[in-house]
C-alpha cells in the first residue's frame, strides 16, 4: 500500500544545534516532495520543494535533500531557535506532476528548548 | 497571512445538522482545494476545483459536497454531519491545477468544527 511515513515522535533539541526530520513514502513515485511547517490550529505554511531530479534545496537555514532510492527525504534545520518549535509535514503529488493533490506525512514535532 | 481567507472560524452544531464553510482564494489563484485534519487521520485531500470545475476527488465522503462559484470563491458543504466530523477544514489555492513548482498551495487559517 502506499505510504509516506514521518517520525512520529516528537524532537527535542538544544538551541543552536542542527535538527534533522525524516520522511519515507512506499509505493509512490513523486515528481516533488514539499515540507510545510504548521503551528498549532494554525494552517500549513509551505517552506520548500524538491523535485526528483535534484539531490538537496537549501533556502537560509534550511535544507532538504531527495534521494529517490532510498524513497527518502531529509529536512534540515541548522542553527535552530526557539521559534523554529512547530510541526514539519512532508508532502507529495502522487500522481507525478498530474493534478495538485497533495499527500501528507502525519507531520514530526519539533521542540527547540533555549 | 496567506492571502487565503476561511469562515467561519470556529463552527459548533449537532449531529445530524448540515453546515458550509466557506473560503476565499489569494488574487489570482484559480485553484482551490479542501483537506480535512483530525487527530487521528492527520492531513487529507477531499477536493480540487480549478476555475469552477471539479479537477480532483480524494477521500470525500458522499454527505460532502463543494462547489467553485464564478468570482472563484469555493464553499464546502457537511450533511447529516457525525460526531466523526469534527474536525479542522482547511482550504489552500494556488494559481494552477497541476503539481509543480510554479503552483505551490497557500493555506487558510482553517475552520473548526465541533459536532457535539
Known amino acids: 500500500s502506499q505510504k509516506i511515513e514521518q517520525n512520529s515522535e516528537a524532537l527535542n533539541i538544544q538551541e543552536g544545534k542542527t535538527a534533522t526530520l525524516t520522511c519515507n513514502y512506499t509505493?509512490?513515485?513523486?515528481?516533488?516532495l514539499q515540507w510545510y511547517r504548521q503551528d498549532p490550529g494554525r494552517g500549513p505554511v509551505f517552506l520548500l520543494l524538491?523535485?526528483?531530479?535534484?539531490k538537496e534545496k537549501r533556502k537560509e537555514r534550511l535544507k532538504v535533500t531527495f534521494d529517490t532510492t532510498l524513497k527518502q527525504s531529509l529536512f534540515h534545520i541548522t542553527a535552530s531557535q526557539p521559534a523554529d518549535s512547530a510541526t514539519y509535514l512532508c508532502?507529495?503529488?502522487?500522481?507525478?506532476?498530474?493534478?495538485?493533490?497533495?499527500?501528507f506525512g502525519a507531520g514530526t514535532r519539533l521542540a527547540v528548548h533555549p | 497571512d496567506s492571502g487565503v481567507t476561511q469562515t467561519p472560524k470556529h463552527l459548533i452544531t449537532a449531529t445530524g445538522q448540515r453546515v458550509t464553510l466557506r473560503c476565499s482564494p489569494r488574487s489570482g489563484d484559480l485553484s482551490v482545494y479542501w483537506y480535512q485534519q483530525s487527530l487521528d487521520q492527520g492531513l487529507q485531500f477531499l477536493i480540487q476545483y480549478y476555475n469552477g470545475e471539479e479537477r480532483a476527488k480524494g477521500n470525500i465522503l458522499e454527505r460532502f459536497s463543494a462547489q467553485q462559484f464564478p468570482d472563484l470563491h469555493s464553499e464546502l458543504n457537511l450533511s447529516s454531519l457525525e460526531l466523526g466530523d469534527s474536525a479542522l477544514y482547511f482550504c489552500?489555492?494556488?494559481?494552477?491545477?497541476?503539481?509543480?513548482?510554479?503552483?505551490?498551495?497557500?493555506f487558510g487559517a482553517g475552520t473548526r468544527l465541533s459536532v457535539l
Open positions: 509505493n509512490y513515485s513523486p515528481a516533488y
Open positions: 508532502a507529495l503529488d502522487p500522481s507525478s506532476g498530474g493534478y495538485n493533490k497533495l499527500i
Open positions: 489552500a489555492s494556488s494559481v494552477g491545477s497541476k503539481a509543480g513548482a510554479k503552483n505551490i498551495q497557500y
Open positions: 524538491i523535485r526528483e531530479n535534484e
